[in-house]
């Protein structure tokens, strides 16, 4: 799912909005053409969502003609064809997310747009503050969590300091990132809950744009939805290997137990080729599931003994909290999966590791 934000500047791409007419394009060029294949290239999955700042439809710009009504479907607060500039969100006519009623009232209703998703449980807000009075809203959904992200034009960089000092929101972007070109300022910014997991964000900073004063800013929730999957059951093998692969981190999802690695092996057509992702284990049985780590660089001291400790997951990252392991061996025997490597912890020692899991389901490989 692909979120974005862009201020449009009324279709009169770097050209001052604010003067009369209220569309000010004094060379006619064709901005609304180069806003609509923005638009098309951030719109490509059923659930991906652009909310746009400035948008009018007026007797310069006639909106349907841009986003024909077969393809998109455009959300609103109020009638933008009798607003001089909304905040509108726009997605295929195929998706899933709904407009959402605002918990407060407003002066300024053309200022926001509430898009829910109901299947992904999640709720978005666009903002465009322009107004003191529009400014104290935004505090206020801040404080409230109006939504688990909230995002546009916030227009004041000293302002978008302030809102960063929310400890509910952390923002995607940096000051230092250019969003509003004529004054090299940041005055765009994504905040998302803190109770998304980073893990879940895929954010590349701003896209560079030439049909508005504004760039874009657009990132990726859950990016794994967009993978390559592969599936080894318990019957059949699949060309894919994660020998002298590095596991990033481990995490576990209800029943599925997820590796995030650096390196997926794949034997295609006579190929090697190695790309990152993650392995998913279903059907997990975590009672089973140990992480032996031991006392030794190779497992054996000097007399040809071992030593060591066996740690659930939560234990193992109690006592190794950044560690990263590489996978040396791996061993696939019907339901009974086992990972041997070294670990290595923030001091770079290394110890001999054994990862033993226990599924039912199948093993999923999602490659980037």
Known sequence: MRISSFNINKFCGAYGSSLEPVYYNPRNVDFKSKIKEIVDSLLVETDDIVFLQEFIDNQYISVHRVFGKSKYNIFSNVDYKKCKSNVVAITLKKSRWKKSDLTFETEFPNKFIKMEHHDKNLCVLGVHNTDEIIRKQINECFKSKEADIILGDFNDQDYLSELSNYDKFRGLMSDEVITYKPVQSAIDQIFVSNTIESTRIAFEEVIETFASDHNILSFELDPRARTKKYVRDQIDNIGLSLHDSRVKKIEVNDDTLIL?????????????????????????????????????????????????????????????????????????????????????????????????????????????
């Not at 041997?340 to 999602?366: P, T």
């Open 260 to 368: 995030i690695v650096d390196g997926i092996c794949q034997y295609q057509d006579e190929e090697e080729t190695t790309s990152s992702g993650v392995v998913e284990f279903t059907k997990v049985d975590l009672e089973y599931f140990e992480i032996m780590v031991f006392d030794y660089p190779f497992g054996y001291d000097d007399n040809g003994s071992f030593t060591g400790r066996c740690y659930s997951l939560d234990e193992f990252y109690e006592n190794y909290p950044n560690a990263e392991f590489d996978i040396n061996i791996e061993c696939y025997n019907g339901y009974d999966t086992l990972y041997q490597g070294i670990i290595w912890d923030d001091e770079m020692h290394s110890l001999f590791i054994a990862v033993h899991i226990w599924n039912y389901g199948d093993i999923i490989y999602r490659i980037e």
